[in-house]
């Protein structure tokens, strides 16, 4: 390709560069079909409805699996989301901060209506890597909380929380699975947060997760490990936290 004849580079910093399309300028059909389907996403609101594939084949005049294989990445990035049989705009990513702010918090700085649904509250003795992590003794009684993550009643991650007993002796008759903990640590046992060590990865879920978050498996998460202290830097608490990767983006502010 003449360099002349070259695309121009997006104007969206966050955008990819020259639209993704590859220095030799040969564009699979899929992503071809795939950038008309987002300027057509652009156009429509939030819930909007697709046409179906037939007729998307019909109007980029590809076969559906061509159309099918566009669908999946879109849906994979979060821009499309499955509605029954049929498939509709989503609205943008829920933007959730790096901070020792709460899950409760992020969300509804955003305008959303945060929840939480209760899998279990268990108590559980400490094994030797989880005893290590809160500092207590080994088989010292730990609670293990999971809960289903909801923004406006969509189920959007899974959370594991451990904390020990001693710190919270009564969470399992005292504290509302549905609200914030943290909300709940400082102001019912007089625990503040003083600093946390966060690790992000990418995983898949296993089938027990999918199934609770109402996902396919094969749909990308985002985990974050946590280990968070008090203000007297004595461990706290541990976090295993899944969040859908096509709902969720994390932000954080960097200081020089």
């Known amino acids: 390709m003449d360099p002349r004849d070259r695309p121009p580079y997006d104007s969206d910093p966050g955008a990819p560069v020259r639209a993704g399309i590859p220095e030799h300028g040969r ?123 909801l923004a406006d009643d969509e189920r959007v991650g899974l959370e594991s929380t451990y904390i020990a007993v001693a710190r919270a002796p009564r969470l399992d008759a005292e504290f509302d699975p549905d609200s914030s903990f943290y909300g709940y640590l400082r102001e019912r046992l007089g625990l503040a947060l003083g600093d946390a060590e966060e690790r992000v990865e990418t995983v898949l879920a296993t089938p027990r997760e999918a199934l609770l978050i109402g996902t396919p498996p094969a749909l990308p998460m985002l985990l974050l490990h946590r280990l968070s202290r008090d203000t007297g830097r004595r461990p706290l608490e541990r976090v295993r936290t899944l969040y859908r990767g096509d709902r969720f983006s994390f932000t954080t502010r960097l200081d020089g």
């Open 27 to 149: 564009v699979p059909k899929y992503y071809a079909v795939k950038a008309q389907l987002v300027a057509l996403i652009d156009e429509l609101s939030e819930g909007a409805a697709l046409p179906t594939e037939r007729d998307l084949a019909i109007r980029c005049r590809v076969s559906r699996e061509t159309v099918r294989q566009a669908l999946r990445e879109l849906l994979l990035e979060g821009r499309l989301r499955r509605r029954g049989r049929g498939t509709v705009v989503a609205g943008p990513k829920l933007e959730q901060p790096l901070s020792l702010a709460s899950y409760t918090e992020g969300v509804r700085l955003q305008g959303r209506r945060p929840g939480r649904s209760l899998i279990g509250l268990d108590r559980l003795a400490a094994s030797g890597a989880l005893a290590a992590g809160l500092d207590v003794p080994e088989g010292a009684s730990v609670w293990h909380m999971e809960r289903v993550l």
